[in-house]
């Protein structure tokens, strides 16, 4: 059974904090992405990476950076956390390039207070 | 960006009941894509359709895409009250470097009623 596992389902952060969200995925995905989603904007796409060591910018990059040191990891971070980066957090990952389904974590909620 | 726009934002109907979504896109596409969301959770792929088909089917699910009006729908027939969800569209840009990137609409919230 395919499985992208976030490290946290609920995270409650100081602003000014420096926050790590991480996320796994066991089938040997080339593409992972890093979604938030918040009510009425659905979901946007912060950052994406289509192989180690490589990322690019989505839709809201600003306030953010990730880490891809192995294809199997991919880690979100928030360099200095602000109440405004309160949301769902959801990473997934999927095959190729075009005609590929995507699968999602179970998502992480994180609260900046 | 967001790509556009589903329609209804939301929808009510009883058990039984056929549930028709909408969703409208601006840019050229290779494939659109429908995923579910239960509440609080992550979102799971129902169903692909190519820019090169206009019709799919899995199970209760039925699936249009017409391009030359940007648009797509998603029927769920028979509803049951499992089906209550938000459903989202998502698209994949034509040309070659988009790496699988999707792009969504803001979504449709499904309430079946038993």
């Known amino acids: 059974d395919v499985k992208v596992t976030q490290s946290s389902r609920y995270l409650v952060k100081r602003t000014g904090e420096k926050v790590f969200l991480e996320c796994v995925q066991d089938?040997?995905?080339?593409?992972m992405f890093w979604y938030r989603q918040d009510p009425g904007l659905g979901l946007r796409l912060i950052y994406f990476s289509y192989d180690v060591k490589m990322k690019e910018k989505g839709d809201i990059p600003e306030g953010y950076s990730v880490s891809r040191e192995k294809k199997e990891r991919f880690s979100l971070i928030l360099e200095s956390a602000s109440t405004n980066q309160t949301s769902m957090y959801l990473c997934?990952?999927?095959?190729?390039?075009?005609?590929?389904?995507?699968?999602f974590g179970q998502g992480t909620r994180l609260t900046v207070v | 960006s967001q790509q556009g726009e589903e329609d209804p934002q939301a929808l009510s109907i009883q058990e039984g009941e056929n549930a028709t979504m909408n969703c409208s896109y601006k840019?050229?596409?290779?494939?659109l894509q429908w995923y579910r969301q239960n509440s609080g959770r992550g979102l799971v792929h129902l169903i692909l359709i190519r820019s090169n088909e206009r019709e799919k089917h899995s199970g209760r699910l039925r699936v249009t895409l017409d391009t030359s009006k940007k648009s797509s729908s998603l029927l769920i027939t028979a509803s049951r009250a499992a089906d209550t969800a938000s459903y989202f569209c998502?698209?994949?840009?034509?040309?070659?470097?988009?790496?699988?990137?999707?792009?969504f609409g803001q979504g449709t919230i499904l309430t079946v009623h038993p």
């Open positions: 998502a698209t994949v840009n034509a040309g070659g470097t988009s790496y699988g990137k999707l792009t």
């Open positions: 840019t050229s596409i290779n494939n």
């Open positions: 997934a990952s999927s095959w190729g390039r075009l005609n590929t389904e995507a699968f």
């Open positions: 089938m040997d995905h080339e593409n």
